[in-house]
């Protein structure tokens, strides 16, 4: 085997037997004190896993001699700071929120702990801004066009209960029609200019002339006359620039066409009442709440 070694002629070392256009490996031993250490990583890994939880087993992991765990470290800091709070907590929980001053412990807790709630629960749809999502339909928090209300009374409702859900009984609910099943497109058509033209939109005069009696008979239920919304409906304003969905022709004839169905969970079960009244302040003092 020594006869069919490759010495390489400057260094004199063979090599292992790899060849890139040439360039060939030299066969050279590791450094000593690199194996030492590598070596040492591997008693050290092995000591790790017994010491502490490391191996996964079907419910469960190895709990490790020491029994320790980052885990169960946090759930002892958690219950300690909530040991700490649990008085302003229930405060919170049992408080009309209406008679809460800003300056007040109870209302400074809420809206630091509804921020919490809001980034852990809300703003995958809302967005951590709660600005929304438009293209998805998912409303902007920060302004004042609330559909269902913005008080704190109709955001702490909200909440608790949802919109359009099927596991709360008590959830907001409104449904609009799909007039793609009512109207022609024509008809389609001379609806959306219409709304265009009283959302103050260029339109088309002769179409919106044509789709006015059909708004009259067909959505001023939920609209209003003037088309300025019913929030007891959830009924949203079609005179101002505020658009769930977006308010330009081809979006309009969609929603006119294929209706909306947004659906937002009900929170009450999942979050405890301070949760729920934390939220709620967060949201309404964010600037958009009446």
Known sequence: MADQKDIDDATGVDTTGHDWDGIKELNNPLPR???????GTIVWGVAYTIAFPAWPMINSATSGVLGYSTRAEVVEQIAVVEAQNAEVSMRLASADLAALAPDDPAYRYGVAGGASVFLANCSQCHGSGAAGVQAAGYPNLLDDDWLWGGTLDDIEYTVRHGIRNETDPDARWTE???FGDIFGKEEIAASVEYVLSISGKEHDAGLAEQGAPLFVEQCTACHGDAGEGIRELGAPNLTDAIWLYGGDRD???ETIT????GVMPAWGPR?????IKAVTLYLHQLGGGE
């Open 258 to 261: 294929y209706s909306r169905f």
């Open 176 to 178: 609009m029609p799909a």
């Open 271 to 275: 979050l405890d009442e301070t949760q």
């Open 251 to 253: 979006t309009l004839t």
């Open 33 to 39: 004190w690199w194996l030492w250490c590598f070596y």
